[in-house]
């Protein structure tokens, strides 16, 4: 049987959502930037057991420097939301606490996991300084470009929507 | 000096004169003979003098023979108008059709470019259906124009733009894409128009025409190659609602076999 679900990426320009997208539906990164604008929508699915699929119909927001600036019909029936952050780039995670509190306390029911990307581009003693703040938020260090826990990334989410 | 001296004398003045005054009068005519005999030389000295008065009477048409010319075409404009219209029709007429689809070009360009900009949902359609029919592209494109007919059917979640049922004759589109686009167009058109009640209703995109019709936690998407108009739009509603409430679809909706088998018995055929 296979299950459609609605995932939307969030989180502010540049961070990698459009990349993570790629990585995952196509397999493939490039470093060129291009602002998405509006919505794009792909599908890719996966299996995740005999006889059991999840079809992830994935919705690619254009970025917004602050959550609730996010048009909210984009946001409405959605299954699970990813948020994305720029590792590299302290001013994305900066307010990470407030934006993740803003989508549990609007969307409670809707499961979340949070990203940070281009752990590629970071080392061990750069993440170091941020373990607290990074310790209960986040779930996941994720790379686009070298497509590091992508797939691990989608898979865990099948299992925790079906 | 005797007589016959003094005649003499005199005779030699007057003859004198004479044979001068002769021989200027026949050179005169010589000259004249000769400007009369060629032509050339004529006309060089005529033309100048015509093409001025020509020059003055162009000027002058207005003045003169305006009035007459005037009165003489509203005449017979009046006594053919028929003629006149058919005359002048062809070029007004081509005038005004290309003025308008000019502006209509421009309007659909802006509207294309928007929606291309926003939505990544370029030629999803006859793309696809190229692919999987091997006809190029434009001969679709002709092929399209001749008749209307549906090409697919889907009934979507509201919000999240799920599909819970979907039928097409030929399965050339991805329907979760489209309902994912379609959904994701509604949202931002209605959210632009704000007011709740108003609904997003029709879509055009290249030569497909995509039909919404709302009910209360699904919409139903057709789409549709071919004229689409009013009255089409019109019987195609009747339809739809004619297959949700014979159906009952609000209370199978979970069950996407069981929908699916209903759309596709509802809808293979043209007939609305
Ligand atoms: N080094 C590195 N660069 C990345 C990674 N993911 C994205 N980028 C680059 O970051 C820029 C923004 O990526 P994009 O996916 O468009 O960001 P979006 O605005 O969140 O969609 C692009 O130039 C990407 O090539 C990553 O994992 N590592
Ligand atoms: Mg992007």
Known sequence: MITSKKIVLIGHFGVGKTSLIRRFVENTFSEDYKVTIGVHISKKTIEIAEDESVSFIIWDLEGQDDIKKTRVSYLLGTHAFIYVFDLSRPSTFENLKNEVNYLHENYSKTPLKVVGNKVDLVNKEYLAQYNDKFDDLVDLFVSAKNGSRVESLFSKLAKELI | ????????????????????????????????????????????????????????????????????????????????????????????????????????????????????????????????????????????????????????????????????????????????????????????????????????????????????????????????????????????????????????VSDILNNKELITQKLEDFFNNDNI
Do not use: C, W
């Open chain 2, 1 to 248: 000096m005797n007589q016959d001296e003094k005649l003499s004398i005199i005779k030699d003045i007057l003859l004198t004169d004479e044979r001068e005054f002769t021989s200027s009068i026949e050179k005169k005519i010589k000259s004249l003979e000769k400007t009369i005999n060629e032509k050339e030389k004529l006309s060089n000295k005529v033309d100048p003098i015509i093409d001025d008065k020509l020059n003055n009477f162009i000027k002058e048409i207005p003045k003169t023979l305006g009035p007459t010319i005037t009165k003489t075409l509203k005449e017979e404009i009046k006594n053919s108008q028929d003629a006149v219209v058919e005359a002048l029709f062809p070029i007004i007429g081509k005038m005004i059709k290309r003025y308008i689809q000019h502006e209509m070009k421009l309007l659909s360009d802006k509207i294309n470019t928007q929606v291309n900009n926003t939505f990544s949902f370029k030629g999803i359609f006859r793309k696809a259906k190229s692919k999987a029919s091997g006809v190029n592209e434009s001969d679709l494109i002709l092929q399209e124009l001749s008749n209307t007919k549906i090409e697919q059917v889907i009934i979507i979640e509201k919000g999240s733009g799920i599909v819970l049922a979907e039928f097409s004759k030929n399965k050339t589109t991805d329907e979760d894409m489209v309902a994912g686009m379609l959904t994701a167009i509604k949202s931002f058109v209605e959210d632009a128009f704000k007011k709740e009640s108003q609904n997003l209703q029709h879509i055009d995109y290249d030569l497909y025409h995509i039909h919404l019709q709302n009910f209360s936690s699904f919409y139903i998407a057709v789409v549709i190659s071919g004229a689409y108009n009013i009255i089409y739009q019109d019987k195609l509603e009747d339809k739809i609602l004619d297959f949700t409430s014979k159906q009952k």
